[in-house]
């Protein structure tokens, strides 16, 4: 089972700074990573699929990068819609798909 | 617009049974393979089973195999969740979501609780 890791488990950030979400998986997963963002009582939004690419309707100031065991997921200015728990979901490992345990991105 | 609303959540006894429905509506329905993915209150999103377009294939996550199967019906658009033997930690909040050409979920209901607890 691939097991994916996310740090930090809460980041403290002003609007219109950048933020910096890491995931690491036990083992490669080769480009086959997402991430998605969810706001309390809110269902998860699919942002970037297969590690870099934008899904639809994703504003800019998100990006996605890495490969292999590393990923990183980028906001570059926070908007006050950005403050919210971040997932990486990796499916490599198919059929199995995991989650990793989240990033909060919080008010500081 | 496409939309998934799940329905059939609710209060069961530890080792019960309940059957979740998802909704389906705005595209391909039998197109499409199609997820269930659980949440705890106050904790990280659980996948849990995933169907092919006909129901032909499935496959569930080892925390349910066994317990819960994933089945569908493409003349109602509906994707089903029938959960046996229920345990106080499958409570959670059940969202369908379904799977984008893509490989990932796209698209996900707004979710469904179910509490297990006597």
């Known amino acids: 089972e691939i097991v994916l890791t996310q740090s930090p488990a809460t980041l403290s950030l002003s609007p219109g700074e950048r933020a910096t979400l890491s995931c690491r998986a036990s083992?490669?997963?080769?480009?086959?990573l997402a991430w998605y963002q969810q706001k309390p009582g809110q269902a998860p939004r699919l942002l970037i699929y297969?590690?870099?690419n934008r899904a639809t309707g994703i504003p800019a100031r998100f990006s996605g990068s890495g490969s292999g065991t590393d990923f990183t997921l980028t906001i570059s200015s926070l908007e006050p819609e950005d403050f919210a728990v971040y997932y990486c979901?990796?499916?490599?490992?198919?059929?199995?798909?995991?989650f990793g345990p989240g990033t909060k991105v919080d008010f500081k | 617009e496409v939309q998934l609303v799940e329905s059939g959540g609710g209060l069961v006894q530890p080792g019960g049974s309940l059957r979740l429905s998802c909704a389906a509506s705005?595209?391909?329905?039998?197109?499409?393979?199609m997820h269930w993915v659980r949440q705890a209150p106050g904790k990280g999103l659980v996948w849990v089973s995933r169907?092919?377009?006909?129901?032909?294939?499935?496959n569930n996550a080892d925390s349910v195999k066994g317990r819960f199967t994933i089945s569908r019906d493409n003349a109602k658009n509906t994707l089903f969740l029938q959960m046996n033997s229920l345990r106080a930690e499958d409570t959670a909040v059940y969202y369908c979501?379904?799977?984008?050409?893509?490989?990932?979920?796209?698209?996900w209901g707004q979710g469904t609780l179910v509490t297990v607890s006597s």
């Open positions: 979901q990796q499916r490599s490992n198919w059929p199995l798909f995991t």
């Open positions: 169907i092919n377009t006909d129901g032909s294939n499935t």
């Open positions: 083992q490669s997963v080769s480009n086959s």
């Open positions: 979501a379904r799977e984008s050409a893509t490989g990932y979920n796209d698209y």
């Open positions: 705005g595209f391909t329905f039998s197109s499409s393979w």
């Open positions: 297969d590690a870099s």
